[in-house]
């Protein structure tokens, strides 16, 4: 009989990790992407908040000058404002939808990336 070379025994651990390489190489730039998606969508909230935030000191200056106007009978009566703020609230409105909706995405993604992490 002859000894088996220390080449043969690694041999099958070879075909092994190779038969497994790609399908790990997969799984890293999966998880490489979520987590690239996730900083993304991280960002992607804080700048519609930040918007946010802004329309809503617009809102507050606006509702503060229609308050002085209301109580400066010389002033005009604030319709224009009025009308103004209305608009903004709805710009308001309709970011606090999309904010909501990039703090869901922000949850899925983060859930996702905590289900394939390993170990």
Request: with cysteine; charged share 40%; glycine share 2%.
């Amino acid at each position: 009989m002859r000894p088996v070379d220390a080449d043969e025994e690694r041999e099958p651990e070879q075909d092994w990790e190779r038969s497994l390489s790609p399908a790990l190489d997969a799984v890293r730039r999966d998880v490489t992407a979520l987590e690239r998606e996730h900083v993304r969508a991280h960002l992607r909230a804080r700048r519609k908040l930040l918007e946010i935030e802004s329309l809503l000191d617009e809102i507050k200056s606006e509702v503060e000058a229609s308050e002085e106007s209301a109580l400066d009978p010389a002033r005009s009566p604030g319709a224009e404002a009025e009308e103004r703020v209305m608009k903004l609230c709805e710009k308001v409105e309709k970011k606090a939808v999309e904010a909501a909706l990039m703090g869901k995405r922000i949850v899925e993604i983060h859930q996702q990336i905590d289900s394939y992490e390993c170990c």
